[in-house]
């Protein structure tokens, strides 16, 4: 169990990016390597791979890549995070607050 708890903590202290895992959509996709004589060149892309699409406003979604092993803990992650906005969008609402504000409140919060 303690060392079930240790390998969590590892995977979670390889996540770089805490604002992605809040704020992401996972995604899967095939990746061309750019050698001209690979199978991919002729459309057998590589992978799947497992991708976390992070929006930014006004750019293009930055991928941030996703090792095999991180694929459930990040999913899950997102899950929970899409439902937390939800609720929050929820209340704010019912609040009468507008969206940047409740942003406020929520520093202030914490
Ligand atoms: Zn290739």
Redesign the pocket.
């Known amino acids: 169990m303690r060392a079930l708890r240790a390998r969590r903590r590892r995977l979670a202290s390889g996540l770089s990016d805490v604002e992605a895992l809040l704020r992401g959509t996972v995604v899967t996709q095939g990746?061309?390597?750019?050698?001209e004589n690979?199978?991919?060149?002729d459309g057998q892309?590589?992978g799947p791979y497992t991708y976390l699409s992070v929006s930014r406003p006004g750019r293009r979604p930055r991928l941030v890549y996703v090792p095999a092993e991180l694929t459930e803990t990040v999913s899950g992650q997102v899950a929970v995070a899409a439902r937390v906005e939800t609720v929050l969008g929820r209340v704010s609402r019912i609040l009468g607050l507008g969206r940047g504000r409740h942003r406020r409140c929520m520093i202030g919060m914490t």
């Open positions: 990746r061309r390597c750019g050698k690979c199978r991919c060149a892309l590589h």
